[in-house]
Structure formats: structure tokens, C-alpha cells
T-cell receptor, first 114, second 112 residues
Framework: EPEVTQTPSHQVTQMGQEVILRCVPISNHLYFYWYRQILGQKVEFLVSFYNNEISEKSEIFDDQFSVERPDGSNFTLKIRSTKLEDSAMYFC????????????FGPGTRLTVL | AQSVTQLDSQVPVFEEAPVELRCNYSSSVSVYLFWYVQYPNQGLQLLLKYLSGSTLVKGINGFEAEFNKSQTSFHLRKPSVHISDTAEYFCAVSGGDYKLSFGAGTTVTVRA
């Protein structure tokens, strides 16, 4: 069964450093998402992406964040200058048809900012 | 905008006993409703979803949920739980914007 994959599973970085979190969505899916879950808190929507552009973003998704689909298979989330409060589990999700389809989630990347 | 309230943060339950996890939502538009499960150290897996039609929805692993529009609820039930059902369960809603809004989660601990 096809699945969403994410790498790395755990990333440790120093405050102020740039990180890139990578996702490979399911191959025939067209809509892509990033969510995050700070320890002990809700899973929060960050951004949705369709047709090579952002379709919606939350207040959390400020200028420090960017997303890209560089090669037709990967979907990346970049944080330019990490802060301590960026420490969280980041989940990638994808779906084929956003109106009726399920969003399939990857296993997540745990980001720890020191 | 939509929001979800999961009324129980922790639910301890004995093996083979029934369990109900409560979820209420608020929305100004028609919604789609979901329950996801997160096993320890794993990602989110869909248990079931309500898009339209029958208000009783059956999912994987013996779970079911009932959509109640008048009470704005989507409670999850299982008649007999197993040790392997120990996990965190998230109720989620999406509206016209199709992004998911999650509840805070309910931790289910099944004891022998």
C-alpha cells in the first residue's frame, strides 16, 4: 500500500540554523500539506500546496517558513532561522482530491532546536 | 473557521470493555469529520471519516462513529477494546477550506 514518507525521522539543530524537512507524498496525489504538533499540544495546520503554489497558510507560517516541490516527487518544508519554539513534530500529508479524499499522513519528523 | 473539542484527555479502560471517545465540533459551514489514531512513535492513521450520507460510520479495527448534526458531535465507539488499541485518538474537522482542524487528542490506555 502506498504511503507518505518523511526524512529524517529526527533532526537536531542549533537555534538560528536552517533546516529542510523532506516528504515524499503518495505518487498520484495532488494536494500537499504540512502540520506540526508541539509536544503536548494539538496538531496544527501550517500550509497547503497545490499546482506548485501555496493555496492556504496559517498564521504560524510566517516568512521564516517556505515550501517547495523541487522535482515532482519531493515536498519540502524549509525553516530559515530556527527558533526554540519551532521544536515540534512535523507531519506531511497528501491527498488526491481534497473535497472527498482522505489526507494521508507521514510518520513525522521530530525537530529539536537547541 | 472550524474547531474541535475532545472532552476527555485520558480514558483508561479494561481489555474487552467498551469505550467511547467524545468529540464536539463547531462550524458555520458543512463539515467533514474524521478520527485519526496515533500509535506510539508513529504517524497519524485514519480510523474513519464522515463526508455525507449515513450518520453511522464504520471504520477500521472495529471502531465506529456517529455524526449528530443537532448536537454537533462525532463520538467514537468500540464495543470491545484490545491492548493494541492503546494509542492517542484525534478528532478532526474540515470545512470549505479542506484543511484539517484537530482536537487536543484523547489518550486511551487499555489494561488487562
Amino acid at each position: 500500500e502506498p504511503e507518505v514518507t518523511q526524512t529524517p525521522s529526527h533532526q537536531v539543530t542549533q537555534m538560528g540554523q536552517e533546516v529542510i524537512l523532506r516528504c515524499v507524498p503518495i505518487s498520484n496525489h495532488l494536494y500537499f500539506y504540512w502540520y506540526r504538533q508541539i509536544l503536548g499540544q494539538k496538531v496544527e495546520f501550517l500550509v497547503s500546496f497545490y499546482n506548485n503554489e501555496i493555496s492556504e497558510k496559517s498564521e504560524i507560517f510566517d516568512d521564516q517558513f517556505s515550501v517547495e516541490r523541487p522535482d515532482g516527487s519531493n515536498f519540502t518544508l524549509k525553516i530559515r532561522s530556527t527558533k526554540l519554539e519551532d521544536s515540534a513534530m512535523y507531519f506531511c500529508a497528501s491527498c488526491r482530491d481534497r473535497s472527498t479524499d482522505t489526507q494521508y499522513f507521514g510518520p513525522g519528523t521530530r525537530l529539536t532546536v537547541l | 473557521a472550524q474547531s474541535v473539542t475532545q472532552l476527555d484527555s485520558q480514558v483508561p479502560v479494561f481489555e474487552e470493555a467498551p469505550v467511547e471517545l467524545r468529540c464536539n465540533y463547531s462550524s458555520s459551514v458543512s463539515v467533514y469529520l474524521f478520527w485519526y489514531v496515533q500509535y506510539p512513535n508513529q504517524g497519524l492513521q485514519l480510523l474513519l471519516k464522515y463526508l455525507s450520507g449515513s450518520t453511522l460510520v464504520k471504520g477500521i479495527n472495529g471502531f465506529e462513529a456517529e455524526f449528530n448534526k443537532s448536537q454537533t458531535s462525532f463520538h467514537l465507539r468500540k464495543p470491545s477494546v484490545h491492548i493494541s488499541d492503546t494509542a492517542e485518538y484525534f478528532c478532526a474537522v474540515s470545512g470549505g477550506d479542506y484543511k484539517l482542524s484537530f482536537g487536543a487528542g484523547t489518550t486511551v490506555t487499555v489494561r488487562a
